[in-house]
T-cell receptor, first 119, second 114 residues
Framework: AQKITQTQPGMFVQEKEAVTLDCTYD???????LFWYKQPSSGEMIFLIY??????QNATEGRYSLNFQKARKSANLVISASQLGDSAMYFC????????????????FGQGTILTVHP | GAGVSQSPSNKVTEKGKDVELRCDPI?????LYWYRQSLGQGLEFLIY????????KSGLPSDRFSAERTGGSVSTLTIQRTQQEDSAVYLC????????????FGPGTRLTVT
């Protein structure tokens, strides 16, 4: 079974500084996908970034980058130049990429990290 | 274009009553998921529909929970004989096709069972 672990219940960062949110995962699959979602207080889940297990480069999307260390089974999210609007809950998630079968595509989520950005 | 929509946004019901939650996925998206977000349990997968294939119901917590997807579009999640532990936010997500990776989430339905 897949498992995602986020060990930081809460994180604080000063505006304009960088912050790293930790995520480790456990899976026996060779092919998988890793995601980060942001959930502001409004409750909407916003997709941030995706990393495939066979991708050689770390994924980047604007101020978001994913520090993917496959051997250590970690997929940390780095937010550069934090903004007040980054204050939210952040979820790491995993999806198996096995083609076929009825479990394809469902996400397993970590418990989340609440990020607070201070002015 | 329009995103995933869910209705109602909030639902308060008495213990023992049945409820129906609706999800309208993004037009043309073949995959649809239901998740539940509750305090202490985080986000849990409930059920997955992909095209005309049999749904993956492996996440449904009990036989009081069921879901349908009619015509490959709208989906309804039904909870029968609601219990207080069913109180949660129910999130729906859709994905364009099997080869795409991004899931687009709706705003959720907050269910409170009194």
């Amino acid at each position: 079974a897949q498992k995602i672990t986020q060990t930081q219940p809460g994180m604080f960062v000063q505006e304009k500084e960088a912050v790293t949110l930790d995520c480790t995962y456990d899976t026996s699959d060779q092919s998988y996908g890793l995601f980060w979602y942001k959930q502001p207080s409004s409750g909407e889940m916003i997709f941030l970034i995706y990393q495939g297990s066979y991708d050689e480069q770390n994924a980047t999307e604007g101020r978001y980058s994913l520090n993917f260390q496959k051997a250590r089974k970690s997929a940390n999210l780095v937010i550069s130049a934090s903004q007040l609007g980054d204050s939210a809950m952040y979820f790491c998630a995993m999806r198996d990429r096995r083609a076929g079968g009825t479990s394809y595509g469902k996400l397993t989520f970590g418990q989340g990290t609440i990020l607070t950005v201070h002015p | 274009g329009a995103g995933v929509s869910q209705s109602p946004s909030n639902k308060v019901t008495e213990k023992g009553k049945d409820v129906e939650l609706r999800c309208d996925p993004i037009s043309g998206h073949t995959a649809l998921y239901w998740y539940r977000q509750s305090l202490g349990q985080g986000l849990e997968f409930l059920i997955y529909f992909q095209g005309n294939s049999a749904p993956d119901k492996s996440g449904l917590p009990s036989d009081r929970f069921s879901a349908e997807r009619t015509g490959g579009s709208v989906s309804t999640l039904t909870i029968q004989r609601t219990q207080q532990e069913d109180s949660a936010v129910y999130l729906c997500a859709s994905r364009e096709r099997a080869s795409s990776y991004e899931q687009y989430f709706g705003p959720g339905t907050r269910l409170t069972v009194t």
